[in-house]
């Protein structure tokens, strides 16, 4: 029952509704839910559905894209929720979408979840080249290179910009995750990690920079 809040965060994103979400997004705060919770229960749950609509041929690119935008919003309002957590030495992460790939919710979220935990944040947007991605590197000297794809077709792009970054001799670990990438698929580009959420990429990340 005291879950209701969250089904009603996963119908809104699925509806779209920009106001509601961020309404009942305040709602499960002040509940106590935390933004994990939201997260997973709530957000993820609605989009989801919607993926699965647009699948099935439902519903099409503008409603997806409304349904996005509701997100997005009521990500806006988890960001100072994330805990914000003191790491002794300020680590950077270098994170971006690869070439010719447009969603940029998940992203969103690895860049929200890492800020919480103390890294300094370097965010390159969407449909970022190779080049780019090593252009920035050399310039930021980032400990920790995120990519996220979520397209099978994508894929490809991730694999040329992992190869890129390691025949370059970059020493940043290189951490890849999107919703069709796999821990097999990691080993096999070469990344150094994988993430199946933002939670994970960086329970991952402490680990091998020996945060904890
Ligand atoms: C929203 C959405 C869109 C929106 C994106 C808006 C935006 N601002 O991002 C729009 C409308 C633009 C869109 C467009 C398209 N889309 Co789309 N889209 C989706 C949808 C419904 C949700 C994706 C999403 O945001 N999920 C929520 C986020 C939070 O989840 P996530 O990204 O997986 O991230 C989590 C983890 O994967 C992980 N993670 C993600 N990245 C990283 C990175 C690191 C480093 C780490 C550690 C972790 C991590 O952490 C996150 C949470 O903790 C999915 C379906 C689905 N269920 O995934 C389809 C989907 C991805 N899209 C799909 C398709 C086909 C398209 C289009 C080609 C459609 C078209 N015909 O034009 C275009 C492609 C545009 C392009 N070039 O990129 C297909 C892909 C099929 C495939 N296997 O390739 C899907 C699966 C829908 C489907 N079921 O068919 N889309």
New binding site residues.
């Given amino acids: 029952m005291e879950e209701k809040v969250l089904l009603s965060i996963a119908n809104l994103v699925e509806k779209g509704d920009v106001k509601k979400v961020r309404e009942s997004v305040e709602l499960a705060l002040r509940k106590g839910f935390s933004a994990e919770e939201i997260?997973n229960k709530g957000?993820?749950v609605g989009?989801?559905r919607?993926?699965?609509k647009?699948?099935n041929g439902k519903i099409f690119?503008p409603e997806?894209?409304i349904?996005?935008r509701s997100?997005?919003a009521g990500i806006d309002l988890l960001e100072p929720h994330f805990s914000i957590e003191s790491v002794k030495t300020r680590k950077k992460l270098l994170?971006g979408t690869v070439e010719?790939?447009?969603?940029?919710?998940?992203?969103n979220?690895?860049s929200i979840v890492f800020k919480g935990a103390g890294f300094e944040v370097v965010d390159l947007g969407i449909n970022v080249s190779w080049q780019k991605f090593l252009e920035e590197a050399e310039k930021h000297k980032p400990d920790v290179i995120?990519?996220?794809s979520?397209?099978?077709?994508?894929m490809v792009s991730m694999k040329n910009i992992v190869k890129k970054l390691k025949d370059e001799g970059l020493e940043s670990l290189v951490?890849?995750?999107?919703?069709?990438v796999s821990e097999e698929f990691a080993v096999e580009i070469g990344a150094d990690l994988f993430?199946?959420?933002?939670?994970?990429?960086l329970e991952k990340v402490k680990r091998a920079l020996e945060l904890v």
Avoid: C, W, Y
């Avoid at 979520?150 to 994508?154: H, N």
């Avoid at 993430?195 to 990429?201: H, I, P, T, V």
């Fill in positions: 997260l957000f993820m989009m989801n919607v993926g699965e647009f699948r690119i997806v894209l349904s996005a997100m997005q994170i010719g790939d447009l969603h940029d919710l998940g992203k979220i690895v995120g990519l996220s979520l397209l099978t077709t994508t951490i890849v995750g999107g919703a069709p993430g199946s959420s933002a939670m994970d990429g």
